[in-house]
């Protein structure tokens, strides 16, 4: 399994999901330009000591990671998406792409992939979103919890 960040912004998030990859072991592709240095400390603190464990990857643009993955089938996070993360049936070889911290991913990458654009159910209509470290954590461990079943 692949989780993959386009141009994530706020330093923390990553290092936090970071760890959740090499707790994991699931490969991490940061794609485009960040918000930050990757070698910014708050980066790194917040992957404590574990950053040599995560299996980590750079891409210029979503085209450069589609090439980097042939095998992978691209799933793509928004809240803009229809269909909930709990009806889906997962492949180990899934990428899980995740957007920018405030503006997500674009709208017409979710329109154009109907059924692997995936939301997080939010009972509450005041709260636009969740965190991003926490939303990678949602939907990976339920990805590999039900891969875990078969």
Not at 126 to 150: D, M, Q
Request: glycine share 6%; proline share 7%.
């Amino acid at each position: 399994m692949h989780i993959a960040l386009l141009e994530p912004e706020i330093p923390p998030n990553t290092g936090n999901i970071a760890r959740t990859c090499a707790a994991t072991n699931t490969a991490l592709h940061i794609v485009g330009v960040t918000g930050f240095r990757m070698d910014d400390r708050t980066l790194k603190r917040s992957g404590l000591d574990y950053w040599q464990f995560v299996e980590l990857y750079r891409h210029i643009d979503l085209d450069g990671l589609r090439a980097s993955l042939p095998g992978s089938r691209f799933v793509y996070l928004s809240t803009k998406a229809a269909r909930s993360h709990n009806d889906f049936e997962y492949r180990d070889s899934d990428c899980l792409v995740f957007g920018p911290e405030t503006r997500g991913l674009p709208e017409d990458l979710i329109r154009e992939n109907p059924e692997t654009s995936l939301r997080i159910p939010m009972p509450n209509p005041n709260v636009r979103s969740l965190n991003l470290a926490t939303s990678v954590g949602i939907v990976l461990y339920e990805a590999l919890r039900r891969l875990g079943e078969k």
